[in-house]
T-cell receptor
Framework: TQLLEQSPQFLSIQEGENLTVYCNSS?????LQWYRQEPGEGPVLLVT?????EVKKLKRLTFQFGDARKDSSLHITAAQPGDTGLYLC??????????FGSGTQLTVLP | NAGVMQNPRHLVRRRGQEARLRCSPM?????VYWYRQLPEEGLKFMVY????????ESGMPKERFSAEFPKEGPSILRIQQVVRGDSAAYFC????????????FGDGTRLSIL
């Protein structure tokens, strides 16, 4: 069973600060996806990283896939209250289903 | 373009009753996935279906839970004789045949067991 561990589990910061959340596994993944989930809604796909060492940017969000494809990070620059949410990483399991990490609950205070 | 539609959004049942959760995939998507999410946790895979076929049900409890995706109509996740531990948010995702993983999730059904 491939497991994804996310850290920290909870993060509360002030508006304007930078932050990094992590997604780690002992297994190699062919790709990893990052989602954001807001209360009462389903997860929304932010990005898919495929190549070891890959870096993708989405406005103030920077996603990195580790060289060995066992870990990934999400860095947010100058966080805003609108960034508040549950950030989930996910990797492919068997038969096209996704294995999710337990998430990082981010709260950005104004 | 309508996204993945789930209904009801909220469902309250008493212990021992049946719960039926419905999922209509995005137009053109023939693959449906069901996930369960407990409070402050990630999503746990339950079952993956194509039209009229269950492809992978390795994450679904053997007792009381069943899923179907008929040729016509939505996919149904059915929980019989519900217990308190079934309280959770249930999410459905869909993908087209050529996609290698689901990408679009519905907004879920929040099931509460009294």
């Amino acid at each position: 069973t491939q497991l994804l561990e996310q850290s920290p589990q909870f993060l509360s910061i002030q508006e304007g600060e930078n932050l990094t959340v992590y997604c780690n596994s002992s297994s190699v993944f062919s790709s990893l996806q990052w989602y954001r989930q807001e209360p009462g809604e389903g997860p929304v796909l932010l990005v898919t990283v495929v190549t070891g060492g890959e870096v993708k940017k989405l406005k103030r969000l920077t996603f990195q896939f580790g060289d060995a494809r066992k870990d990934s990070s999400l860095h947010i620059t100058a966080a805003q209250p609108g960034d508040t949410g549950l950030y989930l990483c996910a990797g492919p399991g068997s038969a096209r289903q996704l294995t999710f990490g337990s998430g990082t609950q981010l709260t950005v205070l104004p | 373009n309508a996204g993945v539609m789930q209904n009801p959004r909220h469902l309250v049942r008493r212990r021992g009753q049946e719960a039926r959760l419905r999922c209509s995939p995005m137009k053109g998507h023939s693959h449906v996935y069901w996930y369960r999410q407990l409070p402050e946790e990630g999503l746990k895979f339950m079952v993956y279906l194509q039209k009229e076929n269950i492809i992978d049900e390795s994450g679904m409890p053997k007792e009381r839970f069943s899923a179907e995706f008929p040729k016509e109509g939505p996919s149904i996740l059915r929980i019989q004789q519900v217990v308190r531990g079934d309280s959770a948010a249930y999410f459905c995702a869909s993908s087209p045949p050529e996609a290698i993983r689901p990408q679009h999730f519905g907004d879920g059904t929040r099931l509460s067991i009294l």
